[in-house]
T-cell receptor, first 116, second 112 residues
Framework: KAGVTQTPRYLIKTRGQQVTLSCSPISGHRSVSWYQQTPGQGLQFLFEYFSETQRNKGNFPGRFSGRQFSNSRSEMNVSTLELGDSALYLC???????????????FGPGTRLTVL | AQSVTQPDIHITVSEGASLELRCNYSYGATPYLFWYVQSPGQGLQLLLKYFSGDTLVQGIKGFEAEFKRSQSSFNLRKPSVHWSDAAEYFCAVVRDDYKLSFGAGTTVTVRA
């Protein structure tokens, strides 16, 4: 069974632009979570989607948004990019058939975003 | 808010030696605790988890962790380290608001 895939793997953007990152969960997984990883702040939770509904959200500005499609694939969007948005963005999926927030999460390799 | 602390930023260990990584949690009730490993350029892989029951948890790759409520700790151990264990290790806890909160991570270097 294929793991979590994220596209693109690397991305370079300039300040003020917007970016969309994609995540395909493991087949059968209905929950997708997003995390931002930076050297200074570590791993921080962005949001979680379950059955196309955002179930949880971290403390990030409204420039960060996401959505989940009926096939469980998810996208996250960052508008008006800032230098501080440079990070590794990780997506994780879980098999949970009902929302609990406590199921094992399987992580993708991440998208490395660099903002110049 | 519930959180985990990893006191050691970097640990160097010789191949074949034992390894122990520390994790302290802040939580009133029984926490949901995890240990993840991240190799360079990779995502996170779950090593083991603790929800309840037996306080000594066995994981993958020969790792184990012991939950000690009296010390608010969930330390990760491996009896004999291999060069492939060089990576960054993260302890994490599920908070009451269902958000997964990670520690700052411990980088493990394995010397020959």
């Amino acid at each position: 069974k294929a793991g979590v895939t994220q596209t693109p793997r690397y991305l370079i953007k300039t300040r003020g632009q917007q970016v969309t990152l994609s995540c395909s969960p493991i087949s059968g997984h209905r929950s997708v979570s997003w995390y931002q990883q930076t050297p200074g702040q570590g791993l921080q939770f962005l949001f979680e989607y379950f059955s196309e509904t955002q179930r949880n959200k971290g403390n990030f500005p409204g420039r960060f948004s996401g959505r989940q499609f009926s096939n469980s694939r998810s996208e996250m969007n960052v508008s008006t990019l800032e230098l501080g948005d440079s990070a590794l963005y990780l997506c994780a999926s879980s098999l949970a058939q009902t929302y609990s927030g406590r199921d094992e999460q399987f992580f993708g390799p991440g998208t490395r975003l660099t903002v110049l | 808010a519930q959180s985990v602390t990893q006191p050691d930023i970097h640990i160097t260990v010789s191949e074949g030696a034992s390894l122990e990584l520390r994790c302290n949690y802040s939580y009133g009730a029984t926490p949901y605790l995890f240990w993840y490993v991240q190799s360079p350029g990779q995502g996170l892989q779950l090593l083991l988890k603790y929800f309840s029951g037996d306080t000594l948890v066995q994981g993958i790759k020969g790792f184990e962790a012991e939950f000690k409520r009296s010390q608010s700790s969930f330390n990760l151990r491996k009896p004999s380290v291999h060069w492939s264990d060089a990576a960054e290790y993260f302890c994490a806890v599920v908070r009451d608001d269902y958000k997964l909160s990670f520690g700052a991570g411990t980088t493990v270097t394995v010397r020959a």
